[in-house]
């Protein structure tokens, strides 16, 4: 009995003890779902706010931003932040069945990213770039625009380089579909897995944002911008460009629309961690906080 009655006393000390600590754990944890191209800022991010709050916790989970709202939709999974590379894959996918609110937070452009190595590297200019992705001995990449904004915001700066580059003559140099029909095994999940592509010489270019470029210390080549999809002035010229992709389930299809690319997050519905998914929040909109790290990052 006495054994008994010291383990009983025991048990009730520790296990009140256990459950705390569990539950703590579980209060400094945030599950983030990002953009794939916001894997370093928001590694960086990460990094600043656990000094803020130390002992948060951060499981970052990187993909297309349509990607990663299916894991919300159509996966039942859930996530304290997520931060998407357009903010219409919050409005058009999430909201109002899965979040409410659409909070804008970073910006960028599409550029063509390159290396020493890339062929034609010392030839292509903001002026034939088309020309040079076009070569037969050429190899270019780009991201799945059904899983990945970046995908389908180069389709739109093809649509948009269709435009302008036919000028007066009313005859365009090419058309949208000798891109897409071009190198289609190039096709990536999201835009920052053809770095290794070009890394390994597979490709010679790609189509991504600058701040990525700029990130990993790329060549790249400028584009207009009437077709880069950045200047928050042209946003009547951006929408000129459409592409239908997958919706919320295989059946279901979206209409997304070119717009000056503007990051946005949520907080989910199905967050755990609600409160500390909106000091996160607070801490990613303060001018001198969030915002100073991902201007130092191109953003």
């Known amino acids: 009995m006495k054994k008994t009655s010291k383990y009983?006393?025991?048990?009730?000390v520790l296990l009140p003890v256990l459950f705390t600590g569990c539950r703590q754990k579980a209060d400094n944890k945030l599950v983030i779902f990002h953009a794939g191209s916001l894997a370093m800022p928001f590694k960086a991010l990460a990094d600043s706010f656990t000094i803020m709050y130390p002992g948060t916790e951060f499981k970052m989970e990187a993909a297309g931003s349509v990607d990663c709202a299916r894991k919300i939709t159509?996966?039942?999974?859930?996530?304290?932040?997520?931060?998407?590379a357009d903010y219409q894959v919050i409005d058009q996918l999430l909201i109002p069945d899965h979040a409410t609110i659409n909070e804008p937070f970073a910006v960028n452009s599409i550029i063509i990213a390159y290396t020493d190595k890339s062929r034609k590297a010392n030839?292509?200019?903001t002026d034939n770039w088309y020309e040079i992705l076009l070569s037969p001995d050429v190899f270019y990449g780009r991201s799945d625009p059904h899983a990945d904004p970046c995908g389908y915001r180069t389709v739109f700066a093809l649509q948009l380089a269709q435009?302008?580059?036919t000028g007066s003559k009313g005859k365009a140099p090419f058309q949208v579909s000798d891109f897409t029909e071009k190198d289609r095994r190039f096709i990536r999940p999201k835009e920052v897995d053809l770095l290794a592509l070009l890394g390994s010489q597979a490709i010679d270019y790609m189509f991504i944002y600058k701040s990525v470029a700029l990130q990993h210390r790329l060549r790249y080549v400028e584009l207009p911008t009437e077709i880069n999809l950045g200047d928050n002035t042209?946003?009547?010229?951006?929408?000129?460009?459409q592409l239908k992709i997958r919706g919320n389930s295989p059946g279901?299809?979206?209409?997304?629309?070119?717009?000056?690319?503007?990051?946005?997050?949520?907080i989910p519905h199905n967050a755990e961690n609600p409160e500390l998914a909106e000091k996160f929040a607070r801490f990613l909109k303060d001018p001198d906080g969030g915002q100073k790290i991902l201007r130092a990052m191109g953003q």
């Open 8 to 12: 009983l006393i025991y048990l009730s």
């Open 234 to 241: 042209l946003a009547e010229h951006y929408a000129k460009a």
């Open 123 to 125: 030839e292509i200019t």
């Open 252 to 266: 279901d299809s979206v209409v997304v629309t070119g717009t000056p690319i503007t990051y946005s997050f949520t």
């Open 163 to 165: 435009e302008y580059y």
């Open 74 to 84: 159509e996966l039942g999974r859930s996530c304290d932040i997520l931060a998407s």
